[in-house]
C-alpha cells in the first residue's frame, strides 16, 4: 500500500469504530458476502479521495471503514482540479474466484475496474473496461459457464437519453467488452421512468436485475427477471416507501440508501423473501438505528502532495492559491473534510493557524452547496477570526462575511522573513434537522459560541461535510493550517 493511501488510512483508523445501520452518506451501496462468510460494502465517492470505501461487517448491521480501493481518480490530471459530482457514481462489488472486483462507471470517461485478493489490503490499479460517455452504474455478473456480462444504466446529462438498462458481454477475466449492449429494459415504456443503478444477479435459473426507478427522493424498486441474460425480462416492484432504493442484494437481506438532505444518502436494512419467485423486500426490525462509522478524511479532488502531509501529532493542509476571479471556495480542490457521521455530533478541531502574506486565510468549513466558515484572516501583522457564509457557491455566489474578534498572533524568524501564528480550537456542533453551530475558544478551556446557527445544505450528489482549508491570494506565499489529531 502506498504511503499516501498509509496517510489517510493512519488517520481513519483511529476513530474506526463498528456501527449499526449507517446514519451517513454512503450513496449507491453494492455488498457481496466474503470469502469467509463475512460481508464488504461500497459506495460513491464521486470526486472525494482516497475513493471507494470499504466497509467490512460480519451480520449486515455492524460495519466499520476498514480500507479504500481507489486512491485516485483516473484521468489524474482532470481529477487533480475539483470536479463536483463527478468521478464515481454507483459502484458494483463482486467475489469471482477468490478475487475482489469493484466496477464504477466514470460519467465522462466509461467503466472502470479495479481487483484484490484482499479487501483490506492493495487494490490493483484502475483499468479501463469500455471507454465512452454516459455508462454508468454497471455491475458485472459471471455465469455458470464462465462467461461475464455487464449490465449499465445511462446518463441523459453525457449521451442524451437514460431510464434504458443495457447488457453486454465481457471476456470471461472482466477486463474489455467482447459485444456490443442490448437494450433490455426501457423504463419509460414500463412506467419505471429513470431507472439506474442495476444489480444484477442469478437465482434459481433466473437473472434478476434490481434497480431503482421514479427519482432519488421518492423511487421505489423494481426487479427483472429472466431466463436469457438478454430478455425478455418481465418486471415487478418489489418495494416502494419514502424513497427507500438501490443497493446490494445478498443472501435474505438488502442493504440500500435514502436521501436525507444534508446528510446525504443513508444506509437502510431490507429484508428479503422470495415469492413467486420475486425478491419482495420489506423493512428489516435492525433498520432505523442510527450508527456511524466513524470514517476519516478525504480531499474534494485528487490528493497532491503539495495539498498538505501528516504530521507528527496531526495534518497539515497548506494554502491554495485561489483564482484572481474568486468568489467563493467552490473552486478550492484542497478541502480536508469528512462525513456528518451521525444524526447529531459534535467534534472539537484543534488548530494552529500560521500565515505569511496579507490575505492568507485558514479555518473550518462546513461545506456543500451553501456553507459556512469560520476562518482566521490575516491583514499582514494581525489575525481576525471572522464567520462567512455563502448561499448557492456552486452558482459563484460571493460570501458574506462578518467579524468575530481579534487573535493574539506570534511571529518567529524564518530566513530573515517573519511567519505569524495562532491557536485556537473550534466545535463544529450538529444538531438534529442538520442546524450546526460554531464554537471558538484560544486556550481550550473556555468557549465562546458564535450566535448565528448555519442550516447545512448538501453538495453534488453528496452529503454536507466539515473539516479544514486553507487558501491564499492568488500567486502569493501560501500560509498553512496545522490540525492536532
Known amino acids: 500500500m502506498n504511503r499516501i493511501l498509509t496517510f489517510i488510512l ?11 445501520i449507517v446514519y451517513a452518506d454512503y450513496s449507491d451501496p453494492d455488498v457481496c458476502e466474503g470469502t469467509n ?4 460494502l461500497t459506495a460513491s465517492s464521486f470526486q472525494c479521495t482516497p475513493g471507494l470505501p470499504i466497509l467490512h461487517s460480519t451480520d449486515l448491521v455492524h460495519w466499520k471503514v476498514v480500507n479504500y480501493a481507489l486512491e485516485k481518480l483516473v484521468p489524474i490530471e482532470h481529477y487533480n482540479t475539483v470536479q463536483h459530482g463527478n468521478g464515481i457514481w454507483a459502484p458494483s462489488i463482486r467475489l469471482h474466484n477468490d478475487t475482489y472486483y469493484i466496477y464504477w462507471g466514470d460519467p465522462d470517461f466509461g467503466v472502470f475496474m479495479v481487483k484484490t485478493k484482499d479487501p483490506m489490503g492493495k487494490w490493483d490499479e484502475p483499468v479501463l473496461v469500455i471507454e465512452g460517455k454516459g455508462i454508468i452504474d454497471t455491475t458485472p455478473l459471471w455465469d455458470e459457464d464462465g462467461r461475464c456480462y455487464l449490465v449499465n444504466g445511462w446518463a441523459n446529462s453525457r449521451c442524451g437519453f437514460n431510464s434504458i438498462l443495457t447488457v453486454r458481454e465481457l471476456s470471461s477475466d472482466g477486463t474489455k467488452a467482447i459485444s456490443q449492449p442490448v437494450m433490455v429494459y426501457d423504463g419509460y415504456v414500463n412506467g419505471d421512468h429513470t431507472i439506474e443503478g442495476p444489480k444484477f444477479y442469478k437465482k434459481d435459473g ?23 441474460v438478454y430478455g425478455p425480462y418481465e418486471n415487478k416492484i418489489v418495494f416502494n416507501k419514502d424513497g427507500i432504493h438501490q443497493g446490494g442484494w445478498v443472501k435474505d437481506k438488502f442493504v440500500c440508501f435514502q436521501e436525507v438532505g444534508a446528510y446525504g444518502r443513508i444506509l437502510h436494512l431490507l429484508d428479503v423473501k422470495m415469492k413467486d419467485g420475486w425478491p419482495m423486500m420489506s423493512i428489516n426490525k435492525n433498520d ?3 450508527g ?5 478524511y478525504q480531499w474534494h479532488s485528487n490528493y497532491q502532495e503539495h495539498y498538505g502531509f501528516k504530521t507528527t501529532n496531526g495534518t497539515r493542509v497548506y494554502g ?7 468568489k467563493n471556495m467552490w473552486e478550492v480542490p484542497n478541502l480536508y473534510l469528512k462525513k456528518f457521521d451521525g444524526e447529531t455530533f459534535s467534534d472539537t478541531l484543534q488548530l494552529t493557524v500560521t500565515a505569511k ?4 486565510k485558514s479555518g473550518v468549513v462546513v461545506m456543500g452547496r451553501d456553507y459556512c466558515s469560520l476562518s482566521v484572516d490575516f491583514d499582514g501583522k494581525e489575525f481576525t477570526l471572522r464567520q462567512a457564509v455563502c448561499k448557492d457557491a456552486e452558482k459563484g455566489k460571493a460570501e458574506v462575511v462578518k467579524d468575530i474578534c481579534q487573535l493574539k498572533s506570534r511571529p518567529y524568524g524564518e530566513g530573515g522573513k517573519k511567519n505569524y501564528e495562532t491557536s485556537l480550537s473550534i466545535i463544529v456542533k450538529c444538531e438534529k434537522g442538520a442546524l450546526c453551530r460554531f464554537s471558538y475558544s484560544t486556550d481550550g478551556k473556555k468557549y465562546t459560541p458564535i450566535a448565528d446557527t448555519f442550516q447545512a445544505r448538501e453538495g453534488k450528489w453528496i452529503g454536507a461535510k466539515y473539516g479544514i482549508f486553507s487558501i491564499a491570494p492568488n500567486g502569493k506565499t501560501k500560509g498553512w493550517i496545522d490540525m492536532k489529531e
Open 10 to 20: 493512519s488517520l481513519l483508523f483511529i476513530s474506526s469504530t463498528y456501527a449499526q
Open 37 to 40: 462468510g463475512d460481508y464488504w
Open 206 to 228: 433466473y437473472y434478476y436485475i434490481l434497480a431503482p426507478a421514479g427519482s432519488v427522493t421518492t423511487g421505489w424498486t423494481v426487479a427483472l427477471r429472466s431466463k436469457n
Open 288 to 290: 432505523g438505528i442510527k
Open 292 to 296: 456511524t462509522t466513524g470514517e476519516g
Open 320 to 326: 491554495y492559491n485561489v483564482s484572481k476571479e474568486f
Open 357 to 360: 502574506v496579507d490575505g492568507d
